[in-house]
């Protein structure tokens, strides 16, 4: 019985192996950009402006994470945006009323409720994520219109840790990171080491081999979108503290480039195939693209027919790269 | 019934070849139709048979040999030129499309209404309107509204697959009585059927493939039942037991441990009942589509049985959930390998997969204790590992391997095989052979389903028979030679019980 490997032709081979290192393309074109943008700008490439980058990429590639993680299954979660959003407006008009940590628990709330509701109409309703998601999205923005009439006289807060958390830099580093590494080394570990992270896979892969080797989807969908939900609030909480102006379309600009992040990160949107990692990294090159366009000083419909005719030739090259069927 | 000799006939097919990459399909298939004939097109499970019929429908195109009809030869590319030029199948499963009512679906395909509803009423349907949802209709109904658009324009050939399948005993006497009829009229018809008490009542010939080529052209007469079972065993006719076999099968003891009673589920598996034993290797033998689908399904708690029961250990069950078979022992190894496998994953995650299922078991894998289990399997299994990233890099008999594998790291209690090794290699599947016999010397119970006949003396103590949704026969592995099981299979051996 031979492999296929000792005898495929050198294009299936390079195939295969940046399929099994998909970092490696992305990385590259990462340092390309960056170096596009110092032959541009000489000297740009410093310490402040790597902190600035990071700083942004964070809520972004936060937000990407309930992408990459309903994407594994096959799904998507449209609604995060909305939900980052819902968890900074009423945390930060709750400050004042109940004070700091009540707040954000109070914020927290109504992202994971969304997230159950996904996670329900997903799993027994087999409303398709696209839609289910979408659908609570508009409903989730709906209730939060009610609900700033109600609160108009109360005046909105951002708490001074959030600031700190989403603007403040130690040594040189942006304070974000104290929240993010843990998350990112979590989640990281969790899709390959844990059971729950290997049923994501599995469900996207194959629902009838999960089914038939005994998974409850429907336990696995419930789950994945609450978690989905609370990543999305948790991300907005910190990008409120980065803003600092609570709206009511605050995370909603990020919404496409979270989805965009994942793709280009190398996450399937069919499911079964991807990781964080590459979202990280997916997140960091849609962050420098933005910077790089900027500078570009075109017209602003010039940079958005630019970025996105870049996010398409990206992910079709990167298909081709690392995808063999 | 015949044309006098020296009129050509009307379809003539000679040295029909096809290959599907290194697998050849047909080697030299042939068949001669007469005008107001009637032809038996008959073959074991993998003879050609299938790719035969497709290749005259023109759903595929043949590698060599000639098609001719009425003397000109004839290179149809798609269903609809092969239409044209008169030949007209109606396959198993109806070609009606659900969502539109039977007036619209007449239209899509050019049916004239008036021949349409004069055969409806022939074939014994009342009270049809062609305003009626295809989508609400029932199955057999919709088989003799396809047979009934067949014949409404008048085709020079008509080809019927299985026809008689999923329909009641009435419908079935009033179809073979019209397609006589139609015969004897000047229709010519290629009839493929398992059930030889139809073809001996209908059909004038009989053509009769093996491996790919056609190995006979009989006239239907007295005993040519046992005439064309020997050509569709060929050289494996008289061989009995297979060679280096080593089963010796012991009565079962004590009270079994999978028992099951009348069972019935979907519209095929009407009553099934047996018992398996620990130790024990129970063989399923039926020719497709006789339910045995269904009794592993139901086994498996993929699909809910309508009828009967299902006990292990003496405990009555009910599987709403195959994780609810899975708790009782019950493992599945269905019988398409794209329904079991993650194909873009390892194969250690393959394996690993039912160790992860549970919801108390979502927390961190115990790394070590998952990858001594994948190895213990991988090892027994002999699972070559080079191209272990992705099970969609690994062959055929490997990815199998993968799927049994899988309940092997879990521990087997009792193993469903589904046709493990249809289309693998002859090593991967004496491999298979030994595995389940040592599973079983283990303490493991196997059922398993086999479309190869050769194999149930080479891997089971007993064998039942299925035939249109029952247990026909029960054989011993001693006396299961491949042509006691083929006549058992097509319900030979207990013929007065079928109906018609």
């Not at chain 1, 006289?153 to 590494?181: C, E, H, K, Y």
């Not at chain 2, 499963?93 to 679906?105: F, G, K, Q, R, T």
């Not at chain 2, 039942?225 to 099968?249: C, H, P, W």
């Not at chain 2, 191209?387 to 062959?395: I, M």
Request: hydrophobic share 45%.
């Amino acid at each position: 019985m031979t492999t296929e490997r000792e005898t495929a032709p050198m294009g299936t081979r390079i195939a295969r192996f940046l399929g099994d290192y998909p970092l490696i393309p992305l990385i590259v074109l990462l340092f390309a950009l960056i170096g596009v943008l110092e032959f541009m700008r000489p000297g740009i490439f410093n310490e402040r402006w790597i902190g600035n980058t990071v700083k942004f990429a964070i809520p972004l590639a936060m937000l990407a994470a309930c992408q990459t993680l309903t994407m594994l299954t096959g799904g998507i979660d449209l609604s995060a945006a909305v939900a980052a959003t819902i968890s900074a407006f009423v945390m930060a008009t709750q400050v004042q009323l109940v004070g700091v940590p009540m707040a954000i628990v109070i914020g927290l709330l109504p992202a994971i409720a969304i997230g159950l509701v996904n996670g329900f109409g997903v799993a027994f309703c087999r409303v398709h994520p696209l839609i289910m998601t979408l659908g609570t999205g508009l409903i989730g923005t709906g209730c939060l219109q009610v609900y700033q009439r109600f609160v108009i006289a109360t005046g909105s807060v951002i708490p001074d840790s959030l600031s700190w958390l989403g603007t403040g830099r130690t040594w040189g580093f942006p304070n974000a990171l104290v929240l993010f590494v843990p998350f990112a080394i979590l989640l990281i570990w969790g899709q390959r080491r844990t059971g729950f992270g290997r049923l994501l896979y599995a469900l996207g892969s194959n629902e009838t081999a999960a089914r038939i080797s005994g998974v409850r989807g429907w336990q696995v969908y419930l789950a994945l979108y609450a978690l989905s939900g609370l990543i999305a609030g948790v991300s907005g909480l910190l990008y409120v503290g980065l803003i600092k102006a609570p709206s009511l379309s605050l995370v909603n600009p990020l919404l496409l480039p979270s989805v965009a992040a994942a793709v280009i990160g190398g996450t399937s949107i069919f499911g079964g195939r991807g990781g964080y990692s590459g979202t990280i990294v997916g997140a960091l090159i849609l962050t420098v693209l933005g910077t790089l366009l900027t500078l570009l000083q075109m017209p602003e419909g010039a940079r958005r027919i630019l970025f996105g005719l870049i996010i398409l030739a990206v992910t079709t090259i990167y298909i081709r790269l690392t995808d063999q069927r | 019934m015949t044309e006098p000799t020296g009129a050509s006939p009307l379809l003539d097919a000679r040295g029909v070849k096809k290959h599907f990459g290194a697998v050849i399909a047909l080697r030299d298939a042939s068949l001669t139709l007469k005008k107001g004939e009637i032809v038996a097109l008959m073959g074991a499970n993998g003879a050609g048979k299938s790719t035969f019929v497709k290749i005259l429908t023109g759903a595929l195109r043949p590698d060599g040999g000639t098609i001719r009809i009425r003397g000109r030869e004839t290179k149809a590319r798609t269903p609809a030129e092969a239409q044209r030029a008169g030949l007209m199948p109606v396959y198993q499963e109806p070609s009606l499309i659900p969502d539109l009512d039977v007036a619209a679906n007449l239209r899509l395909c050019n049916t004239p209404v008036e021949p349409f509803r004069h055969w409806v009423d022939q074939l014994g349907i009342k009270g049809l309107r062609l305003d009626d949802m295809i989508g609400q209709l029932p199955l057999a109904t919709l088989r003799i509204l396809d047979l009934a658009r067949a014949l409404a324009i008048e085709p020079e050939v008509l080809m019927l697959d299985e026809m008689t399948a999923a329909l009641p005993t009435d419908l079935v006497e009033r179809v073979l009585q019209v397609v006589r009829a139609q015969a004897d009229a000047g229709q010519s018809v290629i009839y493929i059927s398992h059930r030889f008490t139809e073809i001996s009542e209908l059909c004038d010939r009989a053509t009769v493939l093996r491996d790919g080529a056609t190995v006979g052209d009989l006239p239907i007469e007295e005993g040519v039942e046992e005439r064309i079972v020997e050509l569709m065993l060929g050289a494996a006719l008289g061989a009995g037991r297979g060679a280096g076999t080593d089963v010796t099968s012991v009565a079962p003891e004590g009270p079994p441990r999978v028992k099951v009673r009348n069972l019935a589920a979907g519209t095929k598996l009407s009553d099934v009942s047996l018992d398996l034993h620990r130790g024990e290797v129970l063989g399923v033998v039926a020719l497709e589509g006789q339910g045995q689908d269904e009794l592993f399904e139901a086994l498996a708690g993929v699909r809910r049985p309508s009828s009967g029961s299902i006990e292990i250990d003496g405990k009555a069950m009910s599987f709403h959930h195959p994780d609810d078979a899975i708790a009782a022992g019950l493992t599945f190894v269905p019988g398409d390998r794209g329904d079991a496998l993650l194909m873009q994953r390892s194969v250690r995650e393959n394996i690993a997969l039912p160790l992860v299922a549970r919801i108390g078991k979502w927390g961190a894998i115990p790394m070590k204790d998952e990858a001594r289990r994948v190895t213990d399997a991988i090892e027994r299994l002999q699972i070559d590992t080079r191209a272990q990233g992705e099970v969609q890099r690994l062959s055929g008999g490997n990815q199998q391997k993968v799927t049994i594998g899988r309940w092997i790291a879990t521990g087997v209690e009792t193993l469903l095989l589904f046709d493990p090794t249809r289309g693998i290699d002859v090593r991967t599947k004496r491999q298979i052979y030994e595995l389940v016999r040592k599973l079983a010397s283990e303490g493991a119970s196997v059922l398993f389903y086999t479309s190869e006949l050769g194999e149930v003396p080479m891997a089971c103590d007993r064998a039942v028979v299925i035939f249109n949704g029952r247990v026909v026969d029960v054989i011993e592995a001693a006396d299961a030679d491949e042509p006691t099981l083929l006549r058992a299979a097509y319900g030979l051996s207990a013929e007065e019980e079928l109906p018609a």
